[in-house]
């Protein structure tokens, strides 16, 4: 038996998976307000026009549709047409579809990195991106993020430097997870510049930008990418609903091949079933109409818990303050212990994601993860209150 | 970038992928007849019950139908009273259920051997089973099997013996993709017996068990395993519809944080809507009343198979009888060679997959499979026809 985390140490494996289950335990009971989750907003999922989709799917295409077969091409396509509305020029043949953001990061790094090679990631970052490197025994150099401007690039390029030469590195442009923060437009070219100069492979793992409170979002990394060392990642469970289970690669069309024997050997294909329905759902250009209802809440719910912060944390707590997305970063003073706090914070009825589950050294005990996506505003008002009683409580009164 | 099937010659691995490409173009070219397939058969897929289980849950269930969810208990349920009833007792919390058993076989993969290290599987065996062990660098040993009584459980033990000691074996116990063949009860316990005696963990992938023909499929090698040494992979996809990409792992229990860390790694979760779905076509006891119109429509496509061959190439080939699943093996005379055959017999309009397509090194080039689920009787006995005048003309004539 292997450890499947070996370059993590024991410990802070051992608190990342009692933070979550913990966190599994508290997902089904109601009397908790949680802050901790990562789910879009319940009320705003397409549920009618879904299971229209699906029904007239199953009706048209009758057994075809609860069959094997290839990629969906209408969903190809709209993808293509998609990343051409963001800057992105591919054919529907260079789209490869997956479940979700995950097996296309997993697809990758099976593609790009062998054990013992080295990945670049951000030091604090979504657990996922963790496991397909140092949780496939890779060499993890890591590289700062800050809380106004998004990844240290001056970072990455040292770490590009580097010998051996990284294989690949990872970035989250949009609304990162934890940290809520984007890159700007030259950030993201001068991104696509280093990985074409120093020639390492760059994943750019893009779930959230269409969660963009207003406007429209920047084009992604990808768009500045004329030597094809980037590798994009999309995904629905955000936009249209997780149990979809469907996201996208776009990679060079030489990659098809060999990603093609990758999935097949991971899970064979997504459903047809889900492919076609999504197809339809955008067919019938439902997806306007189901996103804007989504970003206003999401923008809602958002100024609610940056006010609730301001109010019962400011001059005491930092934190980020996204155009989008669906998570807020918040620091606290280094004596506060978030991971120490958070059975307290449970008895009194609030959970939120303790700072250390985003990274691989246990650092950023003193921070904390909230979404706010999936929370009426009343109950994020009430759960920053609860947490302010915890903190002001237990953990800055000297107690 | 990595090759992605290091332990497999590279012309063996062309061939394969050429072979692949051709189905892929013929599988939509509606004059072929293709028996190159492993598709049930369409007709038989429970189209309008599952429409009525979909539509039944997004209304009962509403966003939980649609939004990340831990595994959907109910399922797990089914799933462990089903294997109860096969002989194997577990509680639902040993169900972890994946994207069909390919997914299950990556995750077990992934838990059990690291690049380098050996595995033991067929000569003559399914790909999936061939990319989780060779495909992922693994020194793979093979043991042959036997077209009447299945794997060489003698071959198994000697392998077993060898140093340094095997880190898995995979057997196919019921119908073999593509031999066609069953293991007896009898080597069944000694199989689970091996694998307690040697130390070596066996995964038993068994996609097809319930395709009996007729009566009860035999206890799986689970059930004759004191040691907890024996991993049963299970899948919906070949007796309810591939389309809803779920299947089960049967392991100790204590395992399953470990499987449930890899899981996550690769993409999260599977589909809570489908889950959820195929947990209610099964509360309808919807089973049984679809399995028996199958297996009686598999048993007269593979009767009529069986005649067709008996028909043309008595005395010339010899092939496999299975009692169920979806393969005949056949094997020609040695200097007949399917692969180089193939594009004649796509001229005239029939396809199979040439024997080499099972193979790490490129044998079995005088045989083939047929697929009997999702083709009509007239139409196998029409590709059957076909079939000889391709190797009349072509093949033995020494032209």
New interface residues.
């Given amino acids: 038996?292997?450890d499947?985390?070996p370059s993590m140490s024991r410990e802070v494996n051992h608190l990342k998976?009692s933070v979550l289950r913990d966190l599994?335990a508290l997902?089904v009971d109601p009397t908790i307000i949680s802050l901790a989750g990562?789910?879009?907003a319940?009320?705003f999922?397409?549920?009618d026009e879904?299971?229209s989709c699906?029904?007239t799917v199953?009706?048209r295409d009758?057994?075809?549709?609860?069959?094997?077969?290839?990629q969906h091409a209408p969903l190809q396509e709209w993808i293509a047409g998609y990343m051409g509305r963001r800057g992105v020029r591919v054919g529907p043949e260079q789209v490869f579809i997956?479940?979700?953001a995950?097996?296309g990061l997993?697809i990758l790094s099976?593609?790009?990195l062998?054990?013992g090679e080295q990945a670049v990631i951000e030091q604090v970052t979504f657990p996922?991106i963790q496991?397909?490197t140092a949780?496939?025994g890779a060499q993890v150099r890591q590289i700062p993020t800050h809380l106004e401007s998004g990844a240290d690039l001056e970072a990455l390029e040292a770490a590009f430097r580097q010998e051996p030469r990284p294989r690949l590195a990872i970035l989250v442009p949009d609304f990162h997870n934890p940290l809520g923060v984007s890159l700007s437009a030259e950030k993201r070219a001068l991104a696509a510049g280093l990985a074409a100069r120093y020639g390492v492979p760059l994943i750019e793992d893009d779930p959230y930008s269409e969660l963009a409170f207003s406007g429209q979002p920047l084009p992604p990394i990808k768009a500045y990418d004329e030597a094809e060392m980037v590798f994009y990642v999309g995904s629905f469970?955000k936009i249209l609903?997780?149990?979809?289970?469907l996201g996208w690669i776009i990679g060079p069309a030489s990659m098809t091949?060999?990603i093609t024997?990758?999935r097949?050997?991971?899970?064979?294909?997504?459903?047809?079933?889900?492919q076609r329905a999504v197809a339809e759902f955008f067919a019938r250009d439902a997806f306007g109409r189901h996103l804007q209802p989504l970003r206003d809440a999401n923008r809602e719910r958002c100024e609610t818990l940056l006010a609730a912060l301001e109010e019962h944390f400011s001059g005491l707590a930092q934190w980020s303050r996204p155009s989008g997305g669906l998570f807020v970063w918040a620091r606290f003073p280094q004596e506060l212990d978030t991971f120490a706090l958070f059975p307290r914070a449970v008895e009194r009825r609030v959970a939120y994601i303790p700072g250390l589950a985003f990274t691989l050294d246990g650092s950023q005990r003193n921070a904390i993860r909230l979404n706010f996506s999936n929370l009426r505003p009343q109950a994020i008002r009430e759960g920053i209150q609860r947490l302010s009683e915890v903190i002001g409580e237990h953990a800055l009164s000297g107690a």
Same sequence: chains 1, 2.
């Avoid at 609903?241 to 289970?245: E, F, L």
Wanted: without cysteine; negative net charge.
């Fill in positions: 038996m292997h499947v985390m998976r599994l997902a990562g789910l879009p319940s009320e999922l397409p549920l879904f299971r699906l029904e199953l009706r009758g057994a075809e549709a609860l069959q094997y077969s290839t997956t479940n979700g995950q097996q997993a099976r593609l790009l062998d054990p996922g496991q397909v949780g496939r469970s609903a997780p149990a979809v289970r091949p060999q024997v990758i097949e050997s991971l899970d064979l294909e997504s459903s047809t079933l889900l």
